[in-house]
């Protein structure tokens, strides 16, 4: 179980042990993948999504990881809310496509928020593969769209 903190403009998730998992300054509007530094095994990568500056309600996720399946093995796809589940997914070699909606508007994502786990397995040594790259368009209760990218 992990908690969010939020300290100005700086986003700290934080493991129940107290372990910083990420601490970055967040891009204007934009999505980013983090890794992390807490997994349970040495041939893992847990890396966090957070979709950053988000004006207005964003509703519905629809995002896009690519990484490279000479490096990583897809392992899981996690929710880190509740009340923005996955709605569903699709992997292909290299690549997963992740749907993500919010129960009402009262759980729209507005701001900063880390709102998926990704589990990968290894393939190569520890550090030594690019992370994922990352998309995602993002809707609002009235239909409209915003194309997100990692910068």
């Known amino acids: ?9 700086m986003v700290l998730c934080l493991s129940l042990a107290g372990q910083t998992i990420a601490a970055a300054k967040p891009p204007e509007n934009g999505i980013r993948i983090v890794h992390s530094k807490i997994t349970k095994k040495k041939d893992e990568s847990l ?9 207005g309600n964003a509703l ?9 399946p ?12 509740d009340e923005i589940p996955i709605l569903g997914s699709k992997s292909s070699k290299g690549s ?4 993500m ?11 900063d ?13 520890k550090g030594k593969s690019p992370n994922p790259s990352i998309a ?16």
């Open 60 to 68: 519905a996720e629809d995002i896009q990881i690519s990484f490279n």
């Open 47 to 55: 890396f966090l999504v957070y979709l950053d500056n988000i004006k």
């Open 1 to 9: 179980m992990k908690k969010l903190l939020r300290i100005g403009a």
């Open 70 to 81: 000479d490096d990583y093995i897809l392992e899981d796809v996690s929710s880190l809310d």
């Open 113 to 125: 928020k880390a709102i998926l786990e990704v589990l990968f397995k290894n393939k190569t040594k």
């Open 96 to 99: 997963i496509r992740i749907i």
């Open 101 to 111: 909606a919010s129960l009402g508007t009262k759980h729209a994502i507005h701001g």
């Open 136 to 151: 995602a368009t993002v809707s609002d209760e009235y239909g409209n769209e915003l194309v997100l990218s990692a910068k």
